[in-house]
């Protein structure tokens, strides 16, 4: 579901869909700041559109039923503009400077700053992914096209903080993807450890509906 790098299209959900991926009981939450709404979000999707179709929210029942999740969130109004940076300026301070250390280093196809950005325990196993040439050129590629990005949002689950990416690219239609953060003695890192959670699931698939009324998220 998240893996090396960062939002790649080509890829849509698993795995290099976001070679930072990606791409969401107890966190360490960021403190409020004005405009910006604070509580629980509920994160509603469609079973037909969920990857876990084997998982305990899918199980029993029809494509069409509605599955839902509540989690500790806020909605950032306005949204978080995440600026591109130089690798000497980038910090991982913040999950706002971590998000623009990840865009920036999957912007200039920098490998070894892709997995700086990225919790040590997933150097290994993230570093034949980064470095294929073929994954990194598309990457790059994709990465190249994106004209804005801003934080929508975030959420906790299980000790990690969900990020919710808006990225426009020049063509085609913008998208919102969620990236995992984790606090360590570095900073705020990327992980993959939500990959195969149920619950992350349906956050991914309710933010890829790009739908929200009020504090739900989702097309249900």
Known sequence: MQSAMSYNP???GRGLSVLIAAVIVVAVPAPAAVGQDTGRLSFRAPVSELWLQGGSYARNKRPGDCVEVV????????????????RQAA????PEAAMASIRSANTAGDR????????????AGLRAQVDDPVLLKRNLDYHKTIRTVE???SAQL???????????????AARIVPVT????????????????????DIVWAAL?????RGKTLGSC
């Open 10 to 12: 080509a890829m849509p």
């Open 71 to 86: 989690l500790p969130g806020r909605l950032d109004q306005p949204p978080l503009p995440v600026a591109l940076t130089g």
């Open 91 to 94: 910090n991982w301070t913040t």
């Open 112 to 123: 070894d700053w892709i997995l700086e950005n990225f919790v040590k325990d997933e150097h």
């Open 151 to 153: 934080i929508t949002g």
């Open 158 to 172: 299980r000790g990690y903080t969900i990020v919710f990416i808006r990225e426009e690219p020049d063509a085609g």
């Open 181 to 200: 953060l984790m606090k360590t003695a570095s900073g705020w890192k990327q992980t993959n450890a939500l990959s195969a959670d149920e619950t992350f």
């Open 208 to 212: 890829r509906a790009a739908k929200t």
